[in-house]
């Protein structure tokens, strides 16, 4: 009977462990869903599905150097599964409507074009993509997580990004404020 209690408390000290983890990662990794998603149901459905293959390893995850980046992986792995899939079937991504580009209020629109310009890159170039600017992974980190070499990595982002950049125009100057002065203009992509 003590044993069956230990075996009882060890695992409930697992399950606080990652009750714990799943409140302080799950909006993190959620983030990473919705970028290589660019659906919240499809986020949300993918983050559940990463969550409960770690709970079912737990043992594993938790005793591996990053249980987050070991969820991160099972997250783009399982997002990279599902393009594959719906590529299969011939299912696309939802096009957006396209802001006009005379509304003052363009700049706000860039964001989701980029977002949709994200979208539009091949699942391992846009994992490379948001692996690195998203969660601020180096070429080896890149490397190891996705399991393709640094020369991959650098290769993919590079050619992501020269995509992103043809994909989403540069926003024309905005117009003076009625004070005379100009908003300052949007920053460059980083890297670029």
Not at 14 to 40: H, P
Not at 71 to 97: C, F, K, Q, T, Y
Not at 119 to 141: F, K, N, Q, T, W
Not at 172 to 186: F, I, N, Q, S, V
Request: proline share 7%.
């Amino acid at each position: 009977m003590q044993l069956v209690r230990l075996g009882r408390r060890g695992r409930d000290a697992r399950r606080i462990d990652f009750v714990e983890f799943v409140q302080q990662r799950s909006a993190a990794l959620f983030r990473t869903a919705y970028i290589l998603t660019g659906s919240q149901d499809s986020a949300e459905d993918l983050l559940q599905e990463a969550l409960e293959k770690a709970c079912r390893h737990w043992n594993r995850v938790a005793v591996a150097d990053s249980p987050e980046a070991y969820v991160r992986r099972i997250v783009v792995n399982l997002a990279n599964d599902r393009w594959r899939r719906l590529r299969r079937i011939g299912e696309r991504s939802h096009d957006v409507e396209h802001a006009d580009p005379r509304d003052p209020y363009r700049l706000v629109d860039l964001r989701d074009e980029l977002v949709q310009a994200l979208h539009a890159l091949p699942i391992g170039m846009r994992s490379v993509v948001v692996l690195y600017y998203l969660h601020d992974m180096g070429d080896r980190e890149i490397a190891e997580a996705l399991r393709i070499s640094p020369g991959s990595v650098r290769s993919q982002l590079a050619r992501g990004l020269a995509r992103l950049r043809t994909a989403v125009p540069q926003p024309e100057p905005p117009p003076p404020a009625p004070d005379g002065h100009r908003t300052a203009p949007l920053p460059q992509f980083e890297g670029a």
